[in-house]
Each structure stands twice: as structure tokens, then as C-alpha cells.
């Protein structure tokens, strides 16, 4: 069974709009990372953050990290038509087995012009 | 500064035939790990390697194994090929814990 699992599953917005996909966890993790890649090419890491931060920033995208509720949100803030992609939230468990990344299915955003 | 390099970028083959996958990690990544990404589905871990050892392993068969050189670059080999099998295969790299995974562009394995 997967680790995280995106939502939601596809997501269709106009260019200037903001976007916002979640990730849902079922266990203890050590960090999360989120990724983005087109058409089928190789991933580009966005942002990872840590089991003890809530907020990070990286430009247009801001990531919150909630471990109570087993959760992250990925917000990506006045969206180009270049942000077209899949994007993936993937959970690095305990440290014992760091770099284990497990993903979920993806968010497919397609972001018109 | 060269990222992950992946090679080869395609690759045809048939069923029961063997396979070899090459992966160059960043310049400065000890830890290389392999995924394989069926279409429309997100990334499975299969191995990592860190000192030329397999660190850990995900649920993939035996018909699955690897290498890393000294250099730090890695292989994966796959036997007995299946249908299956026809995927993206991804190659990440990374400096050590609590740090993000660099990928390469994957190779494109597909089985006839």
C-alpha cells in the first residue's frame, strides 16, 4: 500500500491562479519531499521538509507540514502555464530507513493560458 | 556542475532476455537509489546502495539486483525479463539523511 496519497487526483486552473494539493501519510516520518515532473521525464525536487518544521517557502510554492493530522499541503501561488506537470509528495520514514522515498499516485495539474 | 545522468535513455526488449541499467549520481552523492515509475503511477522503490552495499530493499523479486562501483555509480540489472517489467526506471542520488533525492531522466525499458 502507498505511503502518501494525493489529492486531488487531477486539478485544471487558469494561469494567475493559485493551486493547492494535499498529501496524506500513514506513519511516523522523518521528512517530506515534494517532487514535479513532466510527461513522463524525471522528477525535480520542489521542497523538503522536516518532521519537526510546519512552513517552508521556495519562490511561488509554499509547503505546510501538519504530522498531527498526517498531512502536507502544497500551495503554488500565481500558476504559469510552464507549471503544467505531475506533482508527487513522498515520505522518508524513520531514520533507520532514510531515503526509502515512498510515493503516492500524483497530482496531474494542467494550468491554461 | 553535471546532475544524474541516466543511460541508456531507451531500451526495447524481449520477454526472458536480461537487462542492464546504468546511473551516474551528482557530483559529491554517495547514496544512489533505484524506482521504477509504471505509466500513471507514482515512483517504487526498489534498492539503494550506499558503499558499494545494498542498503535496503523494497518489494521487488531477486530478478532485480545492482551494483555500485567505487566511483559511486550504479547498475541495475534485471533478468527474465516480463511484460511487467516495461516501465520508467529512475535513478536518484543524494549526499546522505534528511536530504532531497536528486533523479536523472530514467530510462524507458519497454518488453515486447
Known amino acids: 500500500s502507498q505511503q502518501g496519497e494525493e489529492d486531488p487526483q487531477a486539478l485544471s486552473i487558469q494561469e494567475g491562479e493559485n493551486a493547492t494539493m494535499n498529501c496524506s501519510y500513514k506513519?511516523?516520518?522523518?521528512?517530506l519531499q515534494w517532487y514535479r515532473q513532466n510527461s513522463g521525464r524525471g522528477l525535480v525536487h520542489l521542497i523538503l521538509?522536516?518532521?519537526?518544521?510546519r512552513e517552508k517557502h521556495s519562490g511561488r510554492l509554499r509547503v505546510t507540514l501538519d504530522t498531527s493530522k498526517k498531512s502536507s499541503s502544497l500551495l503554488i501561488t500565481a500558476s504559469r502555464a510552464a507549471d503544467t506537470a505531475s506533482y508527487f509528495c513522498?515520505?522518508?520514514?524513520?531514520?533507520?530507513?532514510?531515503?526509502?522515498?515512498?510515493f503516492g499516485a500524483g497530482t496531474q495539474v494542467v494550468v491554461t493560458p | 556542475d553535471a546532475g544524474v545522468t541516466q543511460s541508456p535513455t531507451h531500451l526495447i526488449k524481449t520477454r526472458g532476455q536480461q537487462v542492464t541499467l546504468r546511473c551516474s549520481p551528482k557530483?559529491?552523492?554517495?547514496?544512489v537509489s533505484w524506482y521504477q515509475q509504471a505509466l500513471g503511477q507514482g515512483p517504487q522503490f526498489i534498492f539503494q546502495?550506499?558503499?558499494?552495499?545494498?542498503?535496503q530493499r523494497g518489494n521487488f523479486p531477486d530478478r532485480f539486483s545492482g551494483h555500485q562501483f567505487p566511483n559511486y555509480s550504479s547498475e541495475l540489472n534485471v533478468n527474465a525479463l516480463l511484460l511487467g517489467d516495461s516501465a520508467l526506471y529512475l535513478c536518484?542520488?543524494?549526499?546522505?539523511?534528511?536530504?532531497?533525492?536528486?533523479f536523472g531522466d530514467g530510462t524507458r525499458l519497454s518488453i515486447l
Open positions: 536518484a542520488s543524494s549526499p546522505g539523511e534528511n536530504q532531497p533525492q536528486h
Open positions: 506513519t511516523s516520518i522523518n521528512n
Open positions: 521538509i522536516r518532521s519537526n518544521e
Open positions: 513522498a515520505t522518508d520514514l524513520t531514520t533507520d530507513s532514510w531515503g526509502k522515498l515512498q
Open positions: 557530483s559529491g552523492h554517495d547514496t
Open positions: 546502495y550506499y558503499e558499494e552495499e545494498e542498503r
